[in-house]
């Protein structure tokens, strides 16, 4: 097979695993019990008190609310087949890790810019990447952890022809290569996003 | 011990936000500053201060939530002020802008 086929049928290969994924979001019980539980547990911390009335009263109240406006937060998840190991793992792994990871990236990224800020070496440009990510939650996501990991910031986001494309201001161009500058740039957010959302 | 050591790189990291929206030479560049040492600066002086005050967890536990918002809100307002400045035609001293290019 000559090799220009050969990228073309494997962009749509990925393309029909999108397609059919995109109709296999999670079912409507699932998505309601998943917001539940979010509205819940931040009605808990917000109100502070473990008593009868206050659970009895979160509870109803976060029932109403979450059974008309389920699309919200969860429209965008992945769906796996058991939803107990699902929410279990979104919640004991996959959030913890990310905001670990984050917190250092955060770090560094305030220790880059006092060296730029002190001894001013910088060499700026907007450059465009492009994302796997395809959902407006994932995107949103992505374009924030950009704008927090060192020497990046996002300034739009673009959606063309099924593919998605960021434009980054990059405090430092190395390449202008757009799959060299993804690895640079993104490094593994993007793999550890496309874990959970489209 | 470890509280007062996350207050003191807090407002280190505040400061040298505060020198580098100073000296840095135009709005994009004075963005990358002013987003991520705000977050950061004020993400280490929240834990700190949860660690510090004498309360019932739940209180502490508000703060953290505090801090969740302040980390997923601060980089969101710095994008559309980026953004919107590019629209409204400040020029980024760059060496190359793709975002020009594409969006004539």
């Known amino acids: 097979m000559p090799f220009y086929l050969k990228e073309r049928i494997e962009d749509i290969k990925a393309r029909h695993i999108v397609r059919r994924y995109y109709g296999k979001k999670l079912p409507r019980a699932e998505k309601i019990a998943m917001t539940w539980m979010a509205i819940m547990a931040f009605w808990l911390i917000v109100s502070g008190t473990l008593s009868w009335q206050n659970l009895a009263v979160g509870g109803s109240i976060s029932l109403i609310i979450s059974s008309f406006m389920y699309e919200n937060l969860t429209d965008d998840l992945r769906y796996e087949g058991s939803f107990i190991k699902k929410v279990l793992t979104l919640a004991f792994i996959q959030i913890p890790q990310y905001a670990f990871i984050m917190i250092f990236q955060l770090l560094e990224s305030n220790f880059r810019v006092a060296k730029h800020a002190l001894f001013l070496g910088i060499n700026p440009g907007i450059v465009r990447l492009e994302t796997d990510l395809r959902s407006a939650t994932g995107t949103t996501l992505l374009a924030n952890s950009i704008t927090l990991t060192p020497g990046t910031l996002t300034l739009d986001v673009a959606k063309k022809l099924d593919k998605t494309y960021l434009y980054v201001h990059w405090i430092d161009v190395k390449t202008l290569n757009m799959k060299k500058a993804g690895d640079e740039i993104k490094g593994d957010v993007e793999r550890w996003l496309g874990k959970i959302f489209w | ?104």
């Open chain 2, 1 to 104: 011990m470890i509280e007062y050591a996350l207050l003191a790189m807090g407002t280190s990291i505040m400061v040298f936000g505060a020198l580098g929206i100073l000296r840095f030479p135009d709005v994009y560049t004075r963005l990358h500053a002013s987003t991520k040492c705000d977050t950061g600066g004020a993400l280490s002086i929240l834990i700190a201060t949860a660690l510090i005050i004498p309360a019932p967890p739940m209180i502490k536990v508000k703060i953290l939530v505090l801090t969740f918002l302040i980390v997923m809100i601060n980089p969101m307002i710095s994008h559309a002020i980026a953004r919107g400045a590019h629209r409204s035609g400040v020029e980024p001293k760059v060496v190359v802008d793709m975002y020009a290019r594409d969006n004539p």
